[in-house]
């Protein structure tokens, strides 16, 4: 049965996505990346935006309870990264995770049965939209502590260091996260240790409702990694091809032995930071520039159609195919039944070994 409905979040942006031309479209394609790379990037981040104005709706509905951080507008950030993983590579990140979830290779399904608390979800209904994890798809969670997903991930490196192997951790965090000393204290750790993890700082310019020029007084958050050591890098969060090319440069650094890289990946969230946010930090004009001048769908959509790789009807059937992948998915989660009470004694604690 349905939950009690949510108020309407206030103030959230509305407005369709990626429906609209971009004022100034990005239109170099680098050779190495292939029709059919364009295409996979596309299907992808449309999934998990797809995706996530389902879950807003569902949440709207009374279906979804608790907390709910949409990634609406990050999307090629995990995308672009992910791009550059090979399988065995781990990634852990904070609570706004649906999307890495999707990213990694974990079912629609799963996890949306698991953001209205049922059977079928990741966390048998148990765990909810922050506390999900695949150690089939090398997912470690969903953290909802701010920061406290960063020394967890460095363990993840330091796991495979151990085992020596050559695979990468990504970890990722916001820009808020990046000011805590938990963060420093696993940076330098894991350059001592030559740990081989990518931490991937989210900037998107707020922390709930706090902007960086308020909180922050040096902006430059990769290069903070100077002081212990890391190389670093700032890249353009909206464009998946760059993200995915500096992902590249990472991991190769990593894999190679030589210890963590730290990139900043500029993006924006459209949402606020979570369904109950009241948006009153920053102007409608702000999200909606953004979304018309910068958004990373409609980046690839104009590549995949300016290079004559792909029609507006191909993109149609795209998008027919990525909406009922979602509508499947919530029809799963509303029929999947409650956990039953038994399961409360259940999962209370598991074996590591990762
Ligand atoms: C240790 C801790 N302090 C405060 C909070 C409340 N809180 C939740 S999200 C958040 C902002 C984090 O912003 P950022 O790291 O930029 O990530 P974003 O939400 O933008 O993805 C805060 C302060 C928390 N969950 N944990
Ligand atoms: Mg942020």
């Not at 709207?60 to 507008?73: A, D, K, N, S, T």
């Not at 979570?274 to 909606?288: G, I, N």
């Not at 690839?300 to 507006?312: C, F, M, N, S, Y």
Request: hydrophobic share 35%; proline share 4%.
């Amino acid at each position: 049965m349905a939950r009690k409905p949510h108020p309407t979040p206030a103030a959230d942006t509305p407005a369709p996505d990626s429906d609209k031309a971009p004022a100034e479209a990005r239109t170099d394609t680098p050779a190495n990346v292939s029709r059919d790379d364009l295409l996979k990037y596309y299907r992808e981040m449309l999934l998990i935006r797809r995706f996530e104005e389902k879950a807003g709706q569902l949440y709207g509905m009374g279906h979804i309870g608790g907390f709910c951080h949409l990634y609406i507008g990050q999307e090629a950030v995990v995308v672009g990264l992910e791009a550059a993983a090979k399988e065995g590579d781990k990634r852990i990140t904070s609570y706004r995770d649906h999307g890495h979830m999707l990213a990694a290779g974990m079912s629609a399904r799963g996890v949306m049965a698991e953001l209205t608390g049922r059977e079928g979800g990741y966390s048998k209904g148990k765990g909810g939209s922050m506390h999900m994890f695949s150690k089939e798809k090398h997912f470690y969670g969903g953290h909802g502590i701010v920061g406290a997903q960063v020394p967890l991930g460095a363990g993840l490196a330091f796991s495979d260091k151990y085992k020596g192997n050559d695979n990468v951790t990504f970890v990722y965090f916001g820009d808020g996260a990046s000011n805590q000393g938990q963060v420093y204290e696993t940076y330098n750790m894991a350059e001592l240790w030559d740990l081989p993890v990518v931490f991937v700082i989210e900037n998107n310019q707020y922390a709930m409702g706090t902007s960086m020029k308020r909180s922050t007084k040096s902006t430059t958050l990769y290069g903070r990694g100077e002081a212990f050591g890391i190389p670093g890098e700032q890249v353009d969060g909206m464009d998946v091809l760059a993200v995915k090319a500096a992902g590249e440069k990472a991991v190769a650094h990593c894999r190679a032995g030589k210890g963590p890289y730290i990139l900043e990946v500029m993006t924006y969230r459209y949402r606020g930071h979570s369904m109950s946010d009241p948006a009153k930090y920053r102007t409608r004009e702000e999200v909606q520039k953004m979304r018309d001048e910068r958004d990373a769908i409609e980046h690839v959509r104009q590549l995949l159609l300016q290079g004559k790789h792909a029609t507006e009807d191909d993109l149609k059937a795209i998008d027919k195919e990525i909406k009922d992948i979602v509508n499947d998915s919530a029809e799963f989660a509303k029929e999947s039944p409650e956990p039953a009470e038994a399961e409360l004694w259940t999962d209370i604690y598991a074996d590591a070994d990762v």
